[in-house]
């Protein structure tokens, strides 16, 4: 399986403010995603982030809000942007590998997003 | 549109004490159903992808089963380190993406 880090792993940011997350994978992979997990809800894709081209949103997200790049096949940005407390959430990326034999979804530990 | 549903939301045990999570899914297409471990502050640890009714998969006190409607994850003889968020996802149609329920918090206690 993929390892995976995140930066920043936590923040606390002011109202309208911006806030870049970094997900670094330590192979090379072509599919990259980005989840939100709210408050004591369960995990919902942003968007998926594939090298070379641009990001594909799911409804509810768009690229203004969560710009994403994805510069090589080892890493990946989310910007969350014009942040309000309604933000303040976990942001995962992950990875889809078949290093299990299947082509399974691998997480990142995550970035705890608090907005004041 | 797919669903995903778990039950039950909390589910308090003494340990050593057996016992059963379901995931109910609505879904168009099954490719695959996989279950997650997530421990407070981290991100989900993969454990387990079912791909057709009837298959079961095990590892140490858990065991993952699939029907055409629903999942099940047993516990056999569950340790204290047990204790964490179970999450059910849903891969369908050609979209790569999973879809999650909102998992169940299981507590085991000494």
């Known amino acids: 399986s993929a390892v995976i880090s995140q930066k920043p792993s936590r923040d606390i940011c002011q109202r309208g403010t911006s806030l870049t997350i970094q997900c670094q994978v330590d192979?090379?992979?072509?599919?990259m995603f980005w989840y939100r997990q709210q408050p004591g809800q369960s995990l919902t894709l942003i968007a998926t982030?594939?090298?070379?081209?641009?990001?594909?949103?799911e409804s509810g997200f768009v690229i203004d809000k969560f710009p994403i790049s994805r510069p090589n096949l080892t890493f990946s940005t989310l910007t969350v942007s014009n942040m309000s407390p309604e933000d303040s959430s976990i942001y995962l990326c992950?990875?889809?590998?078949?290093?299990?034999?299947?082509?399974?979804?691998?997480f990142g530990p995550g970035t705890r997003l608090t907005v004041l | 549109e797919d669903q995903v549903t778990q039950s039950p939301e909390a589910l308090r045990l003494q340990e050593g004490e057996s016992s059963s999570l379901n995931c109910s899914y609505t879904?168009?297409?099954?490719?695959?159903l996989f279950w997650y471990r997530q421990d407070p502050g981290k991100g989900p640890e993969f454990l387990f992808t079912?791909?057709?009714a009837g298959e079961e998969k095990e590892k140490e006190r858990l065991k993952a089963t699939l029907t055409k409607k629903e999942s099940f994850l047993h516990i056999t003889a569950p340790k204290p380190e047990d204790s964490a968020t179970y999450l059910c996802?849903?891969?369908?149609?050609?979209?790569?993406?999973?879809?999650f329920g909102q998992g169940t918090r299981l507590t085991i206690n000494p």
């Open positions: 992950s990875v889809e590998s078949g290093g299990s034999g299947t082509d399974t979804q691998y």
């Open positions: 192979s090379q992979v072509t599919m």
């Open positions: 879904v168009s297409g099954l490719r695959g």
């Open positions: 996802a849903v891969q369908a149609g050609g979209a790569q993406k999973l879809v």
């Open positions: 982030a594939n090298q070379g081209s641009e990001a594909t949103y």
């Open positions: 079912l791909y057709s």
